[in-house]
């Protein structure tokens, strides 16, 4: 059975910094794309940042030049460093892995608080 476990959210002040990981395992398959998302209250899940098996990055206009996705493939694991943050970027983040043949799995979602 596939799991996504995310870990690294937390209580920061603005400015400061945190790394979300996110460590798929479960599946004989290879990943192709691992996502991260986030979801602030009253507002709908948006794609924050994207990392293809080959290491091609997006990422939301947003968070450009702050956030870093990156993977490690030996480990199945996706991180999210997020630098500079901002009230802002409060939301619960969602990991999101798409696996060959057996598609996409979600994690249950790590709490980022940024006060002010």
């Known amino acids: 059975q596939v799991q996504l476990v995310e870990s690294g959210g937390g209580l920061v002040q603005a400015g400061g910094s945190l790394r979300l990981s996110c460590a798929a395992s479960g599946s004989i398959f290879r990943i192709n794309a691992m996502r991260w998302y986030r979801q602030a209250p009253g507002k709908q899940r948006e794609l924050v940042a994207v990392?293809?098996?080959?290491?091609?990055?997006n990422y939301v206009d947003s968070v450009k030049g702050r956030f870093t996705i990156s993977r490690d493939n030996a480990k199945n694991t996706a991180y999210l460093q997020m630098n500079n943050l901002k009230p802002e970027d409060t939301a619960v983040y969602y990991c999101?892995?798409?696996?060959?043949?057996?598609?996409?799995?979600w994690g249950q979602g790590t709490q980022v608080t940024v006060s002010s």
């Open positions: 990392i293809t098996s080959g290491g091609t990055t």
């Open positions: 999101n892995a798409v696996y060959e043949v057996v598609g996409s799995y």
